[in-house]
């Protein structure tokens, strides 16, 4: 048996690699694997019993598996017969030289680390970045994955998350405030209009009917050819909030139409003077 672990497969300076090695860098991967699934049940367990965000628990986790990961490939490589200072040590100023060219990328990796240890950011997430509403499917070390409202998916650095202002839809508390803006004509009764932006709120199952998420109306200003109402509603479907908005536009116009209430358009009055004849 030790003529067959001390079998060498490689010899390169004074590197030698034996099947020995080989069978030790397989034991501790499989070590990790296996540590890394017991860790995961173990404190998946614990969180939910905790009642930790899910999101936040498969942050946790996911930075977890990496330190695992990277201790086994030292352990890995050590058990190889590489010396892990030496090596270090001997390709200083090719890790400086790669540093100062990959200084983005380096950032990123730091980006997602802080993304990961504080939970700012995480999977299931609805966030408005750039001018962009998306959902976050999967953050990784150096870059997250998400989806638009066009299921497109679209794969953004780490560090726009930490570097730029992010609107967090879902980092407090649920619902989100919305709002509608509809013009009506001066000549309308007022109290007719809030009643019937209210009744369409009320029939959208979108929309929450509780106070004090209760749906209202806001007189906002005397236009220039309209009387502006805004309606504030509260919804969880903030993710496809623009088709929720589409079907009340579309609830208010066939209700206006119902009960004679009229939507303005822009109207500009021209006036013609009249030359004087010329004598």
Not at 23 to 41: D, S
Request: proline share 3%; charged share 20%.
């Amino acid at each position: 048996m030790d003529e067959i672990l001390n079998y060498e497969l490689l010899h390169i300076a004074s590197i030698v690699i034996t099947v020995g090695n080989i069978v030790a860098l397989l034991l501790i991967l499989t070590g990790a694997y296996l540590l890394l699934r017991l860790l995961t049940t173990v404190l998946r367990r614990s969180m939910h019993a905790r009642a930790v965000p899910e999101g936040r628990q498969d942050s946790f986790l996911q930075l977890m598996g990496y330190v695992v990961w990277a201790f086994a490939a030292i352990f890995g490589i050590q058990s190889l017969g590489v010396d892990i200072t030496f090596l270090v040590a001997s390709s200083a100023a090719l890790l400086i030289g790669i540093g100062l060219g990959l200084q983005n990328v380096f950032k990123d990796f730091v980006s997602g680390i802080i993304i990961l240890l504080e939970g700012t950011v995480k999977a299931g997430d609805l966030v408005e970045i750039d001018g962009w509403v998306v959902k976050v499917k999967e953050v990784s070390l150096r870059t997250s994955r998400v989806v638009t409202r066009e299921d497109n998916v679209v794969i953004i650095p780490n560090h726009k998350f930490i570097e730029e202002k992010v609107i967090n839809w879902t980092h407090n508390a649920t619902p989100s405030r919305f709002e509608l803006n509809v013009g009506v004509d001066y000549a309308s009764n007022i109290r007719q209009v809030e009643r019937v932006l209210i009744e369409c709120a009320r029939q959208h199952g979108d929309l929450l009917q509780t106070d004090p998420q209760r749906p209202y109306v806001r007189l906002m200003n005397f236009g220039s050819s309209s009387l502006d109402f805004q309606l504030i509603f509260w919804s969880n479907n903030m993710f496809r909030v623009e088709s929720v908005k589409s079907e009340l536009r579309f609830a208010i116009v066939d209700a206006f139409q119902e009960h004679g209430i009229t939507i303005p358009f822009t109207q500009v009055v021209l006036h013609q003077a009249t030359m004087p004849e010329a004598a």
